[in-house]
Nanobody, 122 residues
C-alpha cells in the first residue's frame, strides 16, 4: 500500500507559477514511475506528466509541454510539478499517482493522492 499527499496548489493569476509536491510513503519499493493528472469541473481526468523512478525519463501531454516540468527526489520519495506561465485552462484539481504496472505512460497507476486545487484567474 502507498499513501500520497499533494501540496502546493493555490490561486494565481494568468502567467504566474506554482510548484506542486507529492510525497509518497508506504510500499514504494516497486514503484515504476510517478505521475500527475488533473480534472477540471465537468471534464474527465487528464494525464499531465510522468517520470520514471529509476531513469528519470519524462513524458508530458502536449498542452503542458514547455511550460511544466516534472522532477523527482528519490531519497524523499517525492515528485514535483513546476508549472510556469499558467493559463485559466490549467485550472483543475491536480492528482499525484504511482505507476506500478508495465505498459503505457497513461496506464497502470494504482495509488492516488487526495488532490490539490489549482485555480488560475485572468
Amino acid at each position: 500500500q502507498v499513501q500520497l499527499v499533494e501540496s502546493g496548489g493555490g490561486l494565481v493569476q494568468a502567467g504566474g507559477s506554482l510548484r506542486l509536491s507529492c510525497a509518497a510513503s508506504g510500499r514504494t519499493f516497486s514503484m515504476l514511475a510517478m505521475g500527475w493528472f488533473r480534472q477540471a469541473p465537468g471534464k474527465e481526468r487528464e494525464f499531465v506528466a510522468a517520470i520514471s523512478w529509476s531513469g528519470g525519463r519524462t513524458y508530458y501531454t502536449d498542452s503542458v509541454k514547455g511550460r511544466f516540468t516534472i522532477s523527482r527526489d528519490n531519497a524523499k520519495n517525492t515528485v514535483y510539478l513546476q508549472m510556469l506561465s499558467l493559463q485559466p485552462e490549467d485550472t483543475a484539481v491536480y492528482y499525484c499517482a504511482t505507476k506500478n504496472r508495465l505498459g503505457s505512460w497513461l496506464e497502470g497507476y494504482d495509488y492516488w493522492g487526495q488532490g490539490t486545487q489549482v485555480t488560475v484567474s485572468s
